[in-house]
């Protein structure tokens, strides 16, 4: 938010430096990111740094307030005036222009009042009025069609103010303005952009920054003025507000403007909204805006003629409800919005007019025409607001605001004021008093605070009339019993909390800010730490993480919501997937593509794996997460842990012994990757089986077993899959596991150990052809168990498919490794046991001897 310190110096007395305040600001909370200077030089603070600014600098000798005396005409030049300039100087200075905006003072003779304009002497440094890119001048002597020219009046753009250069700019006297005054002191500002966070919700507003300012530097607060001069007749009957469910619209508020004129808004106004970063539209507008940005209350003006047209003559009804289905609005801006049951409507008897705490309807705008003005201020529940914008995809001042939320309290305030500065500006009479339809006025808040809680919690000991006074700085009601402080919170105030655990801390959280985070000196805790336990759950976490990285994966971590939309993305087909469950869907999502808890881990990491493929050709990463599951009669889900991972690219990158290998990583190197994972977990009866998996490529896929439990899936990625999340055409493994299953099967702490052996081992090979469909870890579970003892292991080493296997047939050959410590196995023995294997595989598994 962009706070000027002009505006700041209208509520409350600074008599610091900006850079000192900037500096309190942001350790009280409030951080300020830059600080941007209008004709000021930079201040030099001790003991505060702020990068060094390179703005145009007025010179308070060279660019002073001028008044023009008169406008004569130029000699030669029909586009040319001579403007005199009083500067405070012995005599006039004469300016040659061309600003359109003098041509009707030309000889009209001695102007009085005068014009007051921005005059610049020679040797004055400027921004170049006719230059389209940014570039500076400095004044020089010269003449212009005959007459010598060595002064300049000033636009905006010149003053680097803005881009305006049609004309000079004119400035209304106050009462104070005097010739030779430097500009430094008119129009020379500072402008901080303060980074607000969610819970600064008070401080969207020059009043809330203000408060923040004048409660650090012990300062009173001029709050501004809500008087109005109110000489229409009364507003009561004029309007009706009828409101549906005070849940989402706790107050609303009304007040009439007769016989106004739409017109600009004095330049004061137009450069405080520009400061702000605003455009100024029209008197009426801008004071809405106006009234935004410095209560923090957002107001919108009706055409009032035409709400009578819409009624027919009688007296509007406005009324305010949820969107029903298939009602739409077109906003101000001209789009069409489809409207949800979230969003809060504004409706009459003639349809709706707008989407209300966000956005106004184009039916009833304010235009040119306009001379009747009926004024909202409202109040709505912040989370409707938020969603609101987030489904049409509109970020307004107004819907900002009311997201974070604003007292309703406020609202009779705004549409006092705005009333007020609209007559002012724009003439006409106020209707007497308001329309005021308060129906859910929220409970005052009270905190009770133990002055020795400050103490244990702060580590700053603290009088009871010493924190007192901070909260009184801060708008608090406060009364000192004995030991203890009952303190009523500000109605501006929504973020300090009614439960007294919570409402202490807020308090004493306040007394910090004000006192100073810097003050408060280091010290050791007092009170006894807990007994520190292992937390199992994160330790398994972590080996797990350690043991991933060592194998050459980086984590991945993601947020853990996503949308039904993008789960379904991972089923190709008519197949049930993780979509078809219900979800646990949130109140208030960020974005729609991110408003229910995810059931699977897959969606974020292809996410991320597409978009780091524009980087890295070869990605190996996993995740670890929680997916989130509902419950039949519970109110809260299952939330159970899975581990995912993904590998994709080039099996071995190039380095300085020569160029990378061209194979692709496949199925076998996402399965040793997991085999070494598993073994190392220390998981009993790890089985692959061929598995079924609707995100998974056909017959490249499987299941992990340990004994009878599926600890998971992994495989190829489907194609369609990979197609739909823009992943290539390179293969991408994928796999998750129930972390939860995997970890109770587990027994990671305890391994079997045996002694080293003490014989000889009789390494024989052998080579079976069987059926192609029969898996590898059938047969390698009939070659164990005819084996029986003396088999101490065996590995598959190579598989054949092609002459002379016959067609449906492959070759699988097996090392086997026969061994007993009770004695050195003799040829005839092994031989028996060979044979034994070789008759159990013919007779299980239809397998014959590869000669």
Known sequence: MLVPLSWLRDLVDVDVPAEWLAERLTLAGLEVAAINYLGVPQGAVEGVRWP??????????????????????????????????????????QCVTGASNLFGYKDAGPLDPPLWAPFAMEGAELWDGHSETPKRLRLKERALRGIPNRSMVCSEKELGLSDEHEGILLLEDDGSFRPGTPLQDVLGDVVFDIELTPNLARCFSILGVAREVAALLDKPLRVPAAKVLAEGPPIEGQAVIRIEEPAINPRFTLALLRDTQVGPSPWWLQQRLRLVGQRPINNIVDVTNYITFELGQPLHAFDFDKLLARADGAVPTITTRRAQPGETLTTLEGTQRKLEPHDIILLDSAGILSLGGVIGGADTEIDDNTHNVLLEAANWNPVNIRRTMQSQKVITDAGVRFSRGVHPAVAAQGVRRGIELMRRHGGGRVAAGIIDAYPLPPDPVRVTLPVAEIQRIMGVAFSAHAAAEILRRLEFKVNVEADRLEATVPQHRLDISAETVTGQADLIEELARIYGYDRIPDSMIDDELPPLH?????????????????????????????????????????????????????????????????????????????????????????????????????ELPQEPRRLALLMTGRRRLPNWQGAADAAQLDFFDLKGLLDRLLARFNVPGVVWSPGEHASLHPGRSAAIHSDDEVLGHAGELHPMVAQAFDLGDAPVLVAELDLERLLERSNWRSYPLQALPHTPPVYQDIALVLREEVPAADVEKVLRRAGGDLLQDLRLFDVYTGDPVPPGHKSLAFNLVYQTDARTLTDREVAKVHRKIVRAAESQLGATLRA
């Open 52 to 93: 060094p600014s390179d703005h145009l600098v007025w010179d308070r000798d060279k660019v002073l307030l001028g008044a023009i005396r008169e406008v004569r005409a130029h000699p030669n030049a029909d586009r040319l005036v001579l403007a005199m300039v009083d500067y405070g100087g012995e005599a006039l200075e």
């Open 534 to 634: 292992a937390d199992m759950t994160l330790e398994h976490e972590e080996l797990l993480r350690d043991l991933l990285a060592t194998l050459g994966l980086r984590e991945n971590i993601s947020h853990r919501f996503s949308s039904p939309e993008r789960e379904a993305l991972l089923t190709p087909d008519d197949r049930p997937g993780y979509h078809s469950k219900p979800y646990v869907e949130l109140l208030n999502p960020v974005a729609p593509e991110k408003r229910v808890l995810r059931h699977t881990l897959l969606t974020q990491l292809l996410d991320s794996a597409a978009a780091n493929a524009r980087w890295r050709e070869t990605q190996q990463v996993f995740e670890i997460g929680q997916v989130y599951l509902p419950r039949a009669d519970e």
